[in-house]
C-alpha cells in the first residue's frame, strides 16, 4: 500500500521521491526519519488553495516542529498554532511570521504570555476565566491590549480515540459551551484584552466530515452573536482531519474546505485554520533496521526503532503500516510482530504483520510524519533519531543525530 506519490516502490525498492531509501539508511544510518519537501507542500496547497474565503493556515507546530518543516511552511505563507514558548521561539528561528500565530493551550505561563507579546503574535486562544485575567494582567504591565479568543467547547463527538478527542463536555480543553456568552462579557471587561474571534478544536484523526459540519454549524451561530456584540474578526475551526493510516477513508481536504464554505463564506469574518497532522503525516516515514529475528509461540522482529522514537503505536494503540524496503523476498512473508528495543512490553511498532525480512534488512512505517519525531525522547538512553528531507534527488539532513553526549548535557556530577 502506498500513501503519498512521494514515497513509492520502483521495482522492489523504496524511494523518496527520487532518492533511494536504502541509500538514505546507509549514508545517515537508522533510525531515520525522511520527510518529502513536495509532499509537505502539496498537503499545504491542498488547504490554501481550495478554500474560497479568506484565511489563514496556521499549521500546527507540535505534529512536526523541525526547524526546515517550519522554514518551508513559511516560505508558502503558512502562519503557525503554537502550544509554547519554545514553539514560538522555533517559529521565529525558522523564519516565520509571529503576526501570523495563534497561541493554543491550557496552561500559558506568564512568561510565555510575555513573549508572546514581545513577538506580537495573532491571537491568544484562550481556554477559561483565570487564563483570561492573566493575559490581561502581562498586557496592562506591558502597556498593550492582548489580542484573544476564546476556545470554545462545542460538546461535539469526533469519533476518534479518546486520547485525542479533545472537545467534548468532559474534556480538559475549552470553555463549556453553556459558559462561553459569560466568559466572553468577562473577557470584555478586562482592561488588557482586545477582544478578536472564536476558536475551537474537537480532537485528532478525523476521519469523516460530521463531526466538522456539528462543529460549523454550532460555530456558526456563535459567531454571528459574537460579531454583533465584540466585532470579532475570526473564526478558528482548529485542525483534526485525519490521513490514511490504512485504508481510512477519510474526506479529502478539498471537500473538507468546501463544507468550511458552505457554512462560513457569507460571514464576512476571517477563517483560521490549526492543521497538523494533514499536513505531515504522511508527507514522512521512520526507516528501521532489523537486528534480530525471535521464532516461538510468536514470531518477533526487533529493530533498531523504539517507542522513544516513534510513540504513537504504544501510545494510542494507534495501527501504522510497516513494510520492508526492500521488497524482493516479500513472498516469503510470514506473521510477525515489530517491536523496539526499549525495557517496555508496550514497545511494539506493528502487530501480526506479514513481513518477509532477515538480519540487517530494512523496515519502512509509513505516515510517521507526524506526532513522530516531535513525540520522540531518550528513554532508555536513546540518542533521538536523524532526519532528513528530500526534494527530488537531493536529501538534506535537517537534524543530525544525537550522540551520547547529547543524552547529558546540561547534566551535572555532585
Ligand atoms: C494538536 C492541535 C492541532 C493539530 O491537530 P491535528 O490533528 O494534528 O491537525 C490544532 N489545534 C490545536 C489546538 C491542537 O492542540
Redesign the pocket.
Known amino acids: 500500500m502506498e500513501y503519498s506519490d512521494h514515497f513509492v516502490y520502483r521495482g522492489n525498492q523504496l524511494y523518496a521521491e527520487d532518492c533511494s531509501v536504502a541509500d538514505l539508511a546507509k549514508k545517515y544510518g537508522t533510525p531515520l526519519y525522511i520527510y518529502s519537501h513536495d509532499s509537505l507542500k502539496q498537503a499545504f496547497l491542498n488547504y490554501d488553495t481550495n478554500l474560497a474565503v479568506p484565511h489563514t493556515i496556521c499549521y ?1 507546530v ?2 512536526n516542529s523541525n526547524l526546515a518543516v517550519l522554514q518551508l511552511m513559511a516560505s508558502l505563507g503558512s502562519g503557525f ?1 503554537i ?1 509554547s514558548k519554545g514553539e514560538l521561539a522555533r517559529v521565529v528561528a525558522a523564519g516565520g511570521d509571529p503576526s501570523k500565530v495563534v497561541y ?2 491550557v496552561g500559558k505561563r506568564d512568561d510565555e504570555i510575555r513573549y508572546a507579546l514581545e513577538k506580537g503574535i495573532y491571537c491568544f ?1 484562550a481556554e477559561s476565566k483565570m487564563e483570561l485575567k492573566t493575559i490581561s494582567d502581562v498586557a496592562v504591565s506591558m502597556n498593550l491590549k492582548a489580542p484573544v479568543a476564546l ?1 470554545v467547547n462545542p460538546d461535539v463527538d469526533p469519533h476518534t480515540h479518546h486520547h ?1 478527542a ?1 472537545g467534548l463536555k468532559t474534556s480538559k ?1 475549552g470553555v463549556a459551551w453553556e459558559d462561553v456568552l459569560n466568559v466572553y462579557e468577562y473577557a470584555s471587561s478586562l482592561p488588557g484584552l482586545q477582544i478578536k474571534g472564536v476558536d475551537c ?1 474537537i ?4 476521519a469523516s466530515l460530521s463531526p466538522f459540519a456539528e462543529m460549523a454549524e454550532k460555530i456558526r451561530t456563535l459567531a454571528v452573536t459574537l460579531k454583533e456584540r465584540y466585532g470579532i474578526e475570526f473564526i478558528d475551526v ?5 490521513i490514511n493510516y490504512d485504508n481510512d477513508g477519510v474526506p479529502a481536504t478539498a471537500d473538507y474546505m468546501k463544507l468550511l464554505e458552505s457554512y462560513f463564506k457569507d460571514l464576512g469574518l476571517r477563517l483560521v485554520l ?6 505531515v ?1 504522511n508527507a514522512g516515514i521512520l526507516v528501521t533496521r532489523v537486528q534480530y529475528l525471535k521464532q516461538g509461540a510468536s514470531n518477533f522482529i526487533i529493530v533498531d526503532a523504539g517507542m522513544n522514537d516513534m510513540i504513537r503505536p504504544a501510545l494510542y494503540s494507534a495501527w501504522m503500516n510497516i513494510s520492508e524496503v526492500d521488497r524482493s523476498g516479500a513472498s516469503s512473508a510470514v506473521k510477525s510482530t515489530v517491536v523496539g528495543p526499549i525495557c517496555e512490553s508496550s514497545d511494539k511498532l506493528g502487530e501480526d504483520r506479514l513481513l518477509a525480512v532477515k538480519q540487517g534488512d530494512l523496515l519502512v512505517q509509513f505516515s510517521a510524519g ?2 513522530g519525531f516531535s513525540m520522540s525522547s531518550n528513554y532508555n538512553s536513546r540518542p533521538r533519531a536523524a532526519e532528513v528531507m528530500v526534494k527530488g534527488d537531493r536529501d538534506f539532513e535537517i537534524r543530525t543525530r544525537e550522540t551520547v553526549e547529547d543524552l547529558w548535557r546540561g547534566e551535572h556530577l555532585l
Open positions: 500546527s507540535k505534529a498554532d502550544v493554543s493551550g486562544n476556545r485525542i479533545t480543553f478544536h480532537g485528532s484523526q478525523i482548529g485542525g483534526g482531519l485525519g490549526e492543521p497538523g497532522r494533514s499536513v503525516g507526524a506526532y
